[in-house]
């Protein structure tokens, strides 16, 4: 990469009006660095807390989703584990939007895409609804976390979630999402 | 009395058994939620289902909480519905004043518990 290809990445970042983009290996310690960052720029920003909350929550379901689900991940154990993916907030208008991008075993996908085509589909009532099902439910098989994340995050949205997996060798697919608040 | 301090990503939590009052108070986004919260809340409900004729208060300012907090919480209020039934269980939910995401996260919670008084307070 020449300087001028690194200004290149900077400017495209920039003229995207991104407040914060990674792309790299996440940890939980990394995370919590990072949502320190989002609160101090939203806050000095004057961001309404109902919003800055509410960007935060979106940041961190997205990079502890990464954490949890990203393949690609390095074990120490002399250190957290950490897991490769890509997460980037910025602005669009008066909106915000908040994206994450990691790998995915090709095996995984389908169950993964009818969840989310589902949710994407749903109004505020049926997300609330399907929200508090699974809240009484025990998780979906393979989720380390409670299955309500993206319900959530669906449910905080001003527009229908956006998604996509794209081809990206044999065994895995990228997949990539975005939420507007 | 139990006294959880806080950590960056987990909340004080306070457990006085002897006069039932209970407090949570702080964000909550550990990595395994699981790990942090079954020792807590294990005793907690065991000692929830054994009371009777008992005031129970629980005052809440959670700040933040990610998705598997939130289940944490909903199973607590579960508890909360069912020993409401032979106790008087009054949740302080607070919240400040312009963070409505806390407030509609108490929200969704206090529709599904019958007995338990709840208040709402904007700080």
Known sequence: MTLNDFRTLKEMIEAKNIIFCYNGYLSQEIIV???SMIKGKLSADETKMGISQKVLYMFVEQAQNITRYSPDQIQNPEQASMSYGSVAIGTEGDKFYIMCSNRIEKTKVAALSEKLEAIAAMNQEELKALYKEKMRSEPDEGSKGASIGFIEMARKSSEPIEFDFIENDEIFD??????VI | MTTIQATVTTPKIVLDTRNNVFSFEGES??????????PIMNP????LK???????????FLTYFNSASTKVFFNLFSTLDEISEFNSVTVNWKHHEEDDTAEEFGQD???????VSFNFIAI
């Open chain 2, 109 to 115: 919670f206090k529709e599904d518990v019958n007995n």
């Open chain 1, 33 to 35: 660095a990072i949502s």
């Open chain 2, 50 to 60: 054994n009371q009777q004729d008992s005031n129970i208060q629980f005052d809440f």
């Open chain 2, 44 to 47: 907690l409900k065991t000692h």
């Open chain 2, 29 to 38: 986004y550990p990595e395994d939620v699981n790990a942090f919260f079954d």
């Open chain 1, 174 to 179: 990228c997949f990539t999402l975005k939420v």
